[in-house]
């Protein structure tokens, strides 16, 4: 079985520092990983996705992901928060064999002080 | 590009009435729609996957004659809350994906139902 641990559920920068966001799968197969970004009230916005291609993935706004196998991790980084950042992040799993089903981790809400 | 639109973004309805949600991709064809409903500081939970033109595939414990799912077309979804409740109030989130294989899903920016 598939499945996605999110290792914080509240992280709290400030402006200008780096943003660190863990996330560790567990997986039979090769899987395919995303990060999602979800601000208030609002739906979720794929910022990146890794399908077995480079193992450093660039995404939206400046984050990037790192996909290390050894590791089982799929940690989401962004050198220089900015306020705009703060929000709810999903580290994501795509099922094998599922029909495309999404398996989520529970969350990490980032917060960005000034 | 990917974009997947979802109305009303807000309703306020009496109890025992029903509601409809409607999930279009604007500018890709969506073969699979998925819908979530979210409760407050939680992670998304999958209700149902509709493929065009088939009927939908419940998870588990969700009923199926109380969210009734249509995917008619490869653009549009709808998710129709029969005889609503206060305890279905909640956060509804559709998601649309083109073509197969590990093509990520793009989500609508959500539905939030109030029954009174």
């Known amino acids: 079985a598939q499945s996605v641990t999110q290792l914080d559920s509240h992280v709290s920068v400030s402006e200008g520092t780096p943003v660190l966001l863990r996330c560790n799968y567990s997986?039979?197969?090769?899987?395919?990983l995303f990060w999602y970004v979800q601000h208030p009230n609002k739906g979720l916005q794929l910022l990146l996705k890794?399908?077995?291609?480079?193992?450093l993935v660039k995404g939206i706004n400046g984050f990037e992901a790192e996909f290390k196998k050894s590791e089982t991790s799929f940690h989401l980084t962004k050198p220089s928060a900015h306020m705009s950042d703060a929000a709810e992040y999903f580290c994501?799993?795509?099922?094998?064999?599922?029909?495309?089903?999404?398996?989520f981790g529970q969350g990490t809400e980032l917060s960005v002080k000034p | 590009g990917a974009v997947v639109s979802q109305h009303p973004s807000w309703v306020i309805c009496k109890s025992g009435t029903s509601v409809k949600i409607e999930c279009r991709s604007l500018?890709?064809?969506?073969?699979?729609m998925f819908w979530y409903r979210q409760f407050p500081k939680q992670s998304l939970m999958l209700m149902a996957t509709?493929?065009?033109?088939?009927?939908?595939?419940?998870e588990q414990g969700v009923e199926k004659d109380k969210f009734l799912i249509n995917h008619a077309s490869l653009t549009l979804s709808t998710l129709t809350v029969t005889s609503a409740h206060p305890e279905d109030s909640s956060f509804y989130i559709c998601?649309?994906?083109?073509?197969?294989?590990?093509?990520?899903?793009?989500f609508g920016d959500g539905t939030r139902l109030s029954i009174l």
């Open positions: 998601s649309a994906r083109g073509g197969k294989g590990a093509q990520p899903q793009h």
């Open positions: 997986s039979s197969y090769s899987p395919s």
């Open positions: 890794y399908t077995s291609a480079a193992t």
């Open positions: 994501v799993v795509s099922g094998v064999n599922q029909g495309g089903k999404l398996i």
């Open positions: 500018d890709f064809q969506a073969t699979t």
């Open positions: 509709s493929n065009e033109g088939s009927k939908a595939t419940y």
